[in-house]
């Protein structure tokens, strides 16, 4: 194999790929990026069985092949090149050969015919999304999936599509997150779980263009999401999700308006009050135009005051603070909606728009 | 006590000297910040006996009196607040009120007594020197300090006085970083280890400006740092410093001059091959008008040409990378001299106007 692209091309490659590389694998092979060198075109490809990537890299083909490099010595080589074209060469044993300006770097490589290839997606299961709004719509709900893998579908999100919405839903045992965006097409219904490290991994490569399209296809056991020249596939998580529509409801008996950041950095401030280990709730006292919020702990006290627009009844509830300025960072209203029933019942932050509702239970205190 | 500061004067007081409280500490009032106001003056201090600082703070004394707070929870309080007027009230019991707009915070405090102040220093022993060229000349040197503590003086860095001039030495068994400074005025002999703890944190206080002067203050156990209205005191190091000025040397019988980038960014890539476990070493071919750089370790093979301007022998010689891009990153010329007189002898990076020299033992091949 022969081929000649520049410094940053295979750069940015190689960080979009390794994110499939296995870490401490003990398959070698599952820990190196392939290069494969046919028909005029280049692609590296990385596959840790959970996720796999694929992606084009623009460069001249002299000699076809195909070659697997060790991740992470090949990325550390590229990424301390000077930006200049780099030659990268095999000979028979699959002995690699990087040449950039006047640096050689001489690696051993293995044969690309132990790799495993990604599955082939073909189908007509898919809907088109635009890479903003997908990596938004991500980022806004995954801070509520579950670390815990006892429920192994709380890990992940769940995809829905109906007709021309998708939605996506996010929750642990405390809270739920629900954004709904609307697609330009109508498809077929789908309800799949995505594992939560593929959504992770997803944001980060998605460049987030409002102008340019995703693909996602639909199979029983995987999802891959297209766009640009990479492919990023991923098997699903298998089970069935909490039935979490259910719980929602329109009723209310306190609703309160209030400015975001003000609530946000009230909050905030009383989280510095809760240790790590004894997480103590904060204290909503909601009257007519004022809502304070109190919290104590072992370390000592703190109230503040703010200033609401409230409908319905006065109401007391706890909650603990982070779940609130989770959700709060990532609502981009200058004002919130809270809508509550009493203080058993769970708080509903979400707009009239119907873009999103941020679910949170309240703490006994 | 009762005083009025602003959310930004105390958070930057606060920063400033939560370097000397100490972590983990089995006394609870070493982990505090003490805080004193009397005869209108606000001062903040911490002491971990090692390092102490104190600091004056702005603002207004409305009751006099003296709280120690623990300093986690005060400066996480602190930095949270919206940037107003802060009013911090303490009672007969220590218990402290701190309040900030619609914000109101009641933790515990202890009594000042228990506080260890800090020692007095007052004697004519002191050197001047502006904050830009102290913070420098340490930054420029502190990296070649040991983190063992086996010899406890190689984890401190050599101050010597010498009537106008300031020479700072550090040294780990490998390599030797001095620095020289100019002084404006002519002082008495002075030679202290002062602790790298000490150092690294007085870099991260000193604002670096060329205008503002620092008075040093030597005794026999301490040494104390005096710039604004900050005091910074250590204790200093006990025992023998090696005698390094009696391995420089002005001999050499091959003299390199190169482009510090080129080298630098040259010799960064060749420590990609080395693993953390098995440093191997570079080596370097001088001829007459290039330098090779090779490095061979278990991942592969490195070479890169490098031109050079060479006065005497041509020599193959070896190092440890890391020790030669440590010096040359904090080496601000375009050009470098290296000299050596062979393989076996130190290499000496240092420039004509004597400002600095960078000692590195070769390695065996």
């Keep these: 194999m022969k081929i000649i692209c520049t410094q940053s091309d295979l750069q940015q490659k190689v960080r979009t790929v390794s994110r499939a590389v296995a870490v401490h694998s003990t398959i070698p092979i599952m820990e190196c990026i392939l290069i494969t060198a046919y028909d005029d075109e280049i692609r590296m490809t990385a596959n840790n069985k959970e996720l796999g990537i694929e992606t084009i890299v623009p460069g001249r083909v002299l000699d076809q092949g195909d070659v697997a490099l060790d991740a992470k010595v090949f990325s550390d080589i590229i990424s301390k090149l000077p930006q200049s074209d780099v030659h990268i060469t095999t000979d028979d044993n699959f002995v690699t050969f990087i040449n950039c ?3 050689s770097f001489n690696i051993s490589g293995r044969s690309g015919e132990d790799f495993a290839y990604l599955p082939q ?4 299961n898919y809907i088109s999304i635009s890479e903003f709004a997908l990596k938004q719509i991500i980022q806004k709900t995954i801070f509520a999936i579950s670390s815990n893998e006892s429920n192994i579908t709380l890990t992940g999100e769940l995809f829905e599509v109906h007709e021309d919405q998708l939605r996506i839903i996010a929750l642990d045992g405390h809270r739920v997150s629900i954004r709904y965006e609307k697609l330009k097409d109508s498809y077929g219904d789908e309800r799949v779980i995505v594992p939560g490290k593929t959504l992770n991994d997803l ?18 056991n995987h999802v891959s999401f297209n766009f640009r020249d990479t492919l990023v596939i991923s098997r699903l998580i298998e089970g069935k999700f909490i039935d979490v529509m259910r719980m929602v409801t329109d009723d209310y008996e306190t609703k309160v308006t209030v400015n975001k950041a003000d609530l946000y950095s009230c909050i905030d401030r009383s989280t510095l009050l809760s240790k790590e280990n004894d997480r ?3 204290v909503m ?20 005051e703010i200033s609401v627009v409230k409908e319905g009844k006065d109401l007391t509830i706890g909650f603990n603070p982070k779940f609130f300025t989770d959700a709060l960072r990532e609502i981009e209203d200058e004002e919130v909606s809270l809508y509550m029933i009493n203080y058993k019942c769970p708080c509903f932050i979400k707009n009239e728009e119907g873009t999103y509702i941020y679910m949170i239970l309240p703490v006994n205190m």
């Design 203 to 220: 944001t980060k490569i998605l460049e987030g263009d409002a102008e340019k399209e995703v693909n996602i296809y639909f199979t029983k």
């Design 280 to 282: 103590k709730p904060i």
């Design 285 to 304: 006292h909601i009257t007519d135009e004022y809502m304070t919020i109190d919290m104590k702990s072992s370390l000592g006290s703190m109230r503040e």
């Design 101 to 103: 300006e006047n640096s």
């Design 121 to 124: 997606i073909e189908n007509d």
